[in-house]
């Protein structure tokens, strides 16, 4: 399955890369974005990859902050955190997408901000 890995604690105006990889058969499921929650919200998207390499999209609160690419070779996704601010504080959850269509999740990472 998806496995994230790279969250941790660091202080505010710190980096953090988080990456994304399939266990096993690492083509099996396609990473394609990041996404986030915080507890009584709902998951949010935070960054995404089409298809092809094609283009990226990002939250408005992350832009120009966030880096969000892929290594084909290794089909590993990377998030590219930087300037980090407590509220980028969340669990971090990778997504991607199946040969059927459907998604699948990663289980998180835990990504906290300290003031």
């Known amino acids: 399955r998806l496995q994230e890995s790279g969250g941790g604690l660091v202080q505010a105006g710190g980096s953090l890369r988080l990456s994304c990889a399939s266990s096993?058969?690492?083509?099996?499921?396609?990473?394609r974005g990041w996404y986030r929650q915080t507890p009584g919200k709902q998951r949010e998207p935070v960054a995404t990859?089409?298809?092809?390499?094609?283009?990226?999209t990002y939250a408005d609160s992350v832009k120009g902050r966030f880096t969000i690419s892929r290594d084909h070779a290794s089909n590993t996704l990377y998030l590219q955190m930087n300037s980090l601010k407590p509220e980028d504080t969340a669990v971090y959850y990778c997504?991607?997408?199946?040969?059927?269509?459907?998604?699948?999740w990663g289980q998180g990472t835990q990504v906290t901000v300290s003031s």
């Open positions: 096993g058969n690492i083509f099996r499921v396609i990473p």
């Open positions: 997504r991607g997408i199946l040969a059927t269509g459907e998604y699948e």
């Open positions: 990859m089409a298809a092809g390499g094609g283009g990226t």
